[in-house]
């Protein structure tokens, strides 16, 4: 691992959907966001609800199942069965706590390859993911360019900015505040610091949308109520909301799995691994990318986007980038919208048909 | 009937730009629309073609044909291209829109070895008979804008590019003008006679040495 110490051993939970094909060229690995997991295109197996890209991933989809073998883990640090905070400490049968060493965008892609080593893969047609995923992505290319025939980072940056960094130190500040976290040790307790982490998560939140999202929304209209009760009720809608998203996070998220992820994001910076120079990560690459970020997004701005277009372009990678118009925040990579969704679509097929990925993989198989 | 000699017209001068391409370079084509050159380019010359396009609905065209594009604007990001990148920088139908033209014809000297571009000629005796006899600003079928809505904010004459290109330093290795039938004018004809009979006109440049 980047900290130092190495982990052995790990465990890595996975979905995948769809078939390998014959010549095992048809493979996807979708990479999951902050608090996302492998759960890409089913039913969540804590909150019932769809898939967190339901409308990427799915027959017929943009990342079509009837043709791509999609694949996606839950990151090393995650709390969906992938080893993290909460997985027991061999060497001590109690869970690691903070005693788990820091993981980084690097460490989770490491033991990403060692999944697709495992399954048998040698070359993914492509690897996609937004936000945290889109990091991932691009330190794919970097540490594996010969195992990425084509790469999709959306809504991403190659390095966290000041103000990222800012927006989690603030989430990390609540869950530790929070006297049930005990020091990271809650689990032995019995306990669970649900407040921190909630408020975390309503921080979080505000910056996945766009004021201009929110206005349109929630603007000031109040909940079930026709005044306001002058008391610190959630008397806006708004608040209201923000309660909820906070308390049906920590439902299925663990608050010192919080901690490592947000930390993975804020220690990315691809270009200060290559002498600060972005371009040199791609340097021998010849992955043909799709770069994608959407106007209302300003925790990851087109700013971003375009650094890691002009690396890609510096360094002769064929690359597409699409700035999306959309008023809905950083959150619009995980919304059927339509011109990201036709974007996707286009880029994929053309690339299955460069790599000679039959239409269905299925009718190849027969 | 107009819009059909426009468009041959223009198909015209796309096989001609292609045409001053050799077969397997590495090109940028500035302002590539919906991509109908670098398809051509791609299919015909088997190049290595890029393109960079600011309108979001061109650049969702392109991806979705497989071509490479970028969104982005002519006039502010060509400096983030490393010198002589590509063997062709082409900038077709698409100087007399951007803001500071010189500027952009140096940079596409510097980032391709060659640089082709394509443009409406302001000195078209159409045109200026529409100022001349109705005191008009000049429609013509190629430009078919009014003075308050035209794109075309930077329009020139091949005598004027000619000079720009001499003023640059740049070389003019080839130049074919068009009439208003997408027929090429008399190679051997002088400067003022394309000037006052080209509808359009296509250069291959390229930067002189040291």
């Not at chain 2, 629309?33 to 979001?56: P, W």
Request: aromatic fraction near 10%; glycine fraction near 8%; proline fraction near 4%.
């Amino acid at each position: 691992m980047d900290a130092g110490p190495s982990l052995a051993p790990i465990s890595i939970a996975y979905q995948t959907y769809g078939e390998l094909n014959a010549d095992r060229s048809n493979a996807i690995l979708v990479c999951h966001a902050l608090t996302g997991d492998q759960h890409v295109a089913n039913e969540h197996p804590v909150t019932g609800k769809p898939g967190w890209w339901s409308a990427m991933v799915g027959p017929g989809r943009p990342i079509d199942t009837d043709r791509y073998f999609v694949i996606c883990s839950n990151v090393i640090g995650g709390c969906l069965g992938s080893t993290g905070p909460a997985s027991v400490n061999p060497e001590t049968g109690s869970p690691w706590g903070l005693n788990l060493p820091v993981v980084t965008i690097r460490d989770m892609v490491r033991a990403q390859a060692m999944l697709i080593d495992h399954l048998g893969i040698e070359t993914l047609f492509c690897v996609a993911g937004g936000s945290m995923g889109g990091m991932q992505v691009l330190q794919w290319v970097a540490s594996y360019p010969e195992r990425v025939f084509s790469a999709l980072p959306i809504a991403t940056a190659s390095k966290h900015s000041a103000q990222n960094i800012a927006f989690h130190e603030v989430g990390r500040q609540a869950v530790m505040a929070d006297p049930d976290w005990r020091g990271g040790r809650y689990a032995e307790f019995g306990v669970r610091p649900t407040k921190g982490l909630a408020v975390a998560r309503m921080a979080a939140h505000i910056t996945y949308l766009s004021e201009g999202a929110l206005q349109r929304k929630f603007g000031r209209k109040l909940q079930d109520r026709s005044a306001p009760t002058f008391s610190f009720d959630a008397d806006f809608q708004i608040e209201n909301y923000l309660r909820y998203q906070g308390s049906s996070f920590v439902d299925r998220f663990d608050a010192n799995s919080y901690l490592y992820v947000t930390r993975a994001c804020d220690y990315f910076d691809l270009a200060a691994d290559y002498d600060g120079t972005l371009a040199r990560a791609f340097a021998g690459a010849a992955t043909r990318f799709c770069v994608v970020s959407f106007t209302s997004d300003w925790l990851y701005p087109t700013s971003d986007a375009r650094t890691i277009v002009h690396a890609l372009n510096a360094a002769s990678l064929p690359v597409s980038f699409v700035e999306i118009e959309t008023d809905k925040g950083h959150d619009a990579f995980l919304l059927d919208e339509p011109d990201f969704m036709a974007t996707t679509r286009g880029f994929l097929e053309s690339a299955a048909n460069a790599r000679g990925i039959a239409q269905q993989a299925k009718a190849a198989a027969k | 009937m107009t819009s059909r000699i426009s468009q041959a017209t223009a198909r015209v001068d796309l096989l001609l730009v292609a045409d001053m391409v050799e077969p397997g370079a590495r090109v940028l084509d500035v302002g590539c629309g919906d991509g109908a050159l670098l398809e051509i380019l791609t299919r015909d010359r088997k190049v290595d073609g890029r393109g960079i396009e600011l309108s979001q609905a061109g650049v969702n065209g392109c991806v979705a044909k497989g071509l490479s594009v970028v969104q982005g604007d002519a006039d502010t990001d060509l400096v983030d291209y490393p010198d002589d990148a590509f063997d062709y920088v082409i900038l077709s139908q698409t100087l007399q829109a951007t803001r500071r033209p010189r500027q952009v014809l140096e940079r596409m000297l510097r980032i391709g070895r060659r640089a082709i571009v394509s443009f409406p000629n302001f000195g078209h005796w159409r045109i200026r008979s529409e100022l001349m006899l109705k005191g008009r600003m000049p429609r013509t079928e190629a430009l078919s804008y009014s003075w308050y809505d035209t794109p075309n904010i930077h329009l020139c004459t091949i005598r004027d590019f000619v000079q720009l290109v001499d003023e640059l330093g740049a070389s003019i290795d080839r130049a074919v003008a068009l009439d208003r039938y997408g027929s090429e004018v008399r190679v051997d004809a002088p400067w003022w006679f394309w000037n006052m009979f080209g509808e359009q006109a296509v250069f291959l440049l390229h930067r002189k040495r040291g």
